[in-house]
């Protein structure tokens, strides 16, 4: 046997396997050509076995002819393979689509009803209405911030161990770690302390609302992409009694005057002394159940004294002003006044919850 003698041999087992490949219809018939024309008892297996007993030379021509064609026939499974999913995966998407247009026999058609503004949303508002008649006014910020408003300014340099109190979203910039969607409101602060103090506007008495979002499992009470909403007061001689005063005041005109705070010693890196504040759970108006952990009380945000560090960030003179700072979060607080047991409900988009409000 010579190379020229077997070239027909080659050219004939490719021509078959072609016709094989052609035919195949379903992923199922693909995979059983592959495994003829290719596996390991396949013809061209087979001849490549062969080999063995040819001479040197005869066996270095058939060997290419014989690669060739493996590689050949290769590339026309991989292409029938593609073609073959395409057309089961179109099929597969027309057989899930969902008809909207049916209509059950027998029913009125009426037109659409009109939507509204969902329930964080009016919460929100609520909430700047409250703010508003305290003297308050609304201010907004970025929801993609740099490293040095979210962090660096409010006394938290890298590396610093409070970071990891925030599990944050970086952004896939240039330098790493330098862009991020911001983990709170607190940057909002920094920017307004910023105008202020270079355009000559301090004193400063405003809230500050919006979407913040950190990498938290979504449990009853937490959900990583939420709504906050953080106050600042900078004038001359505010004290910690000022700041207690206002979450009070802000509690019973919110929730109710039957619904009280307190407020427990903590530690934030942007307040000095810092504190959390917590509401009577309006679940079980303090008796204890399931979403207050049977305490009678559920967090509702922090709050503090700006601490100096901050205030030497934006350039205001400590000596002169002092302020206080809080944040507390929208979703928690819609939890809290409609009686929500799981906040998880508020992105599920259940009409049936989204009706009641």
């Known amino acids: 046997m010579t190379g020229r003698g077997a070239e027909p041999d080659v050219e004939l087992l490719v021509e078959s396997a072609r016709d094989a490949i052609e035919a195949a219809e379903t992923s199922d018939d693909i995979r059983a050509v592959a495994t003829a024309v290719s596996g390991k008892r396949s013809p061209l297996a087979l001849a490549h076995r062969s080999l063995g007993a040819c001479s040197p030379e005869e066996r270095k021509q058939r060997g290419q002819l014989l690669n060739q064609a493996r590689s050949e026939i290769e590339g026309l499974l991989e292409r029938r393979r593609a073609q073959i999913e395409a057309v089961e995966s179109r099929a597969a998407m027309e057989a899930d689509r969902a008809d909207l247009s049916e209509l ?14 969902s329930l964080v949303t009016r919460t929100r508002d609520a909430l700047e209405d409250v703010f508003v008649g305290m003297g308050f006014e609304v201010a907004e910020g970025p929801e993609i911030e740099t490293d040095w408003y979210n962090f660096g300014a409010l006394n938290i340099p890298p590396a610093h161990p409070a970071r990891g109190m925030w599990d944050t979203f970086y952004l896939d910039l240039d330098p790493p770690e330098s862009t991020l969607l911001r983990t709170h409101t607190s940057p909002v602060q920094i920017r307004l302390m910023e105008g202020a103090q270079a355009a000559g506007r301090l004193p400063i008495h405003a809230v500050m609302p919006g979407r913040c979002y950190r990498r938290d499992t979504p449990d009853a009470r937490h959900l990583a992409v939420f709504h906050q909403v953080e106050g600042l007061v900078v004038d001359e001689g505010i004290t910690f009694a000022d700041l207690a005063g206002t979450i009070e005041v802000f509690t019973a005109a919110y929730f109710g005057a039957d619904i009280h705070a307190r407020l427990r010693p903590a530690y934030f890196p942007f307040t000095e002394p810092s504190a959390e504040f917590e509401i009577t759970c309006t679940i079980c108006r303090g008796a204890g159940c399931r979403t207050c952990s049977q305490t009678g009380w559920i967090e509702l945000g922090g709050c503090g004294m700006v601490d100096p560090a901050v205030f030497a960030a934006v350039g205001i003179d400590t000596e002169r002003w002092s302020g206080f700072a809080f944040g507390f979060g929208i979703d928690r607080c819609a939890q809290m006044r409609h009686q929500i ?17």
């Open 341 to 357: 047991a799981d906040m998880r409900v508020l992105t599920e988009n259940d009409i049936r919850f989204i009706r009641q409000f």
């Open 104 to 117: 059950v026999p027998g029913t009125v058609v009426t037109a659409p009803g009109r939507g509204h503004l």
